[in-house]
């Protein structure tokens, strides 16, 4: 069954320093992977994704995600975090070869940047 | 830029009462889906539509119906509403049915059943 684990709940960085949000999944096939960031007491935005090609891709606000197939893993990525980073961020994926159109959602880690 | 809108950031209701969400999306999407949200389990797909009067069922249906009679409005119904529908509701669409299409999402409508 397809799922997608986002292992931690919260995740805690001082302004400046890297962040990492980590993210694995589980499909019978080929995946489409997705990272969408809810800012407080906002809808979701999508940041970034992955289809084909360089596994490094790179998004919005500076964000950017690596995608490792031998980990199953799209951790996301920043190399110096601010405090407006602070939201809730989602992973999703898809299957390529199911032909149901549903993302598959983790479950959410906040992140929070402390100055 | 795509625009979603929901009728309501916040709702109060009390149970048995039948509940009525609107979203609307003004660039002519295909596709539109209702999540609720709730913490730690992220997004779940409740129903979603690929066309005008088409409706597909979600990961959680149950106790929801909706309704597509224009292809820039979906409505989430609730028939009678439970505590249990306590929720965040997000409303989302796309262009397309493509696997590698993004979905824009409203600023959700915050439920509350009393």
């Known amino acids: 069954a397809q799922s997608v684990a986002q292992p931690e709940d919260q995740v805690n960085v001082a302004e400046g320093n890297p962040l990492t949000v980590k993210c694995t999944y589980s499909?019978?096939?080929?995946?489409?992977l997705f990272w969408y960031v809810q800012y407080p007491n906002r809808g979701l935005q999508f940041l970034l994704k992955?289809?084909?090609?360089d596994n490094l891709v790179k998004g919005s606000y500076g964000f950017e995600a690596e995608f490792n197939k031998s980990q199953t893993s799209f951790h996301l990525k920043k190399p110096s975090a601010l405090v407006s980073d602070s939201a809730l961020y989602f992973c999703?994926?898809?299957?390529?070869?199911?032909?149901?159109?549903?993302?598959?959602w983790g479950a959410g880690t906040k992140l929070i940047i402390k100055p | 830029d795509v625009k979603v809108t929901q009728s309501s950031r916040y709702l109060v209701k009390r149970t048995g009462e039948k509940v009525f969400l609107e979203c609307v999306q003004d660039?002519?999407?295909?596709?539109m889906f209702w999540y609720r949200q709730d913490p730690g389990l992220g997004l779940r797909l409740i129903y979603f539509?690929?066309?005008?009067?088409?409706?597909e069922k979600g990961d959680i249906p149950e106790g929801y119906s909706v309704s597509r009679e224009k292809k820039e409005r979906f409505s989430l119904i609730l028939e009678s509403a439970s505590t249990n529908q306590t929720s965040m509701y997000l409303c989302?669409?796309?262009?397309?049915?493509?696997?590698?299409?993004?979905?824009?999402f409203g600023p959700g409508t915050r439920l509350l059943v009393l």
């Open positions: 989302a669409s796309t262009l397309g049915t493509g696997l590698q299409e993004t979905q824009y």
């Open positions: 660039m002519d999407h295909e596709n």
């Open positions: 539509s690929y066309d005008v009067k088409m409706k």
């Open positions: 499909v019978s096939g080929n995946p489409y």
């Open positions: 992955y289809i084909t090609g």
């Open positions: 999703a994926v898809r299957d390529f070869m199911d032909s149901n159109y549903q993302l598959i």
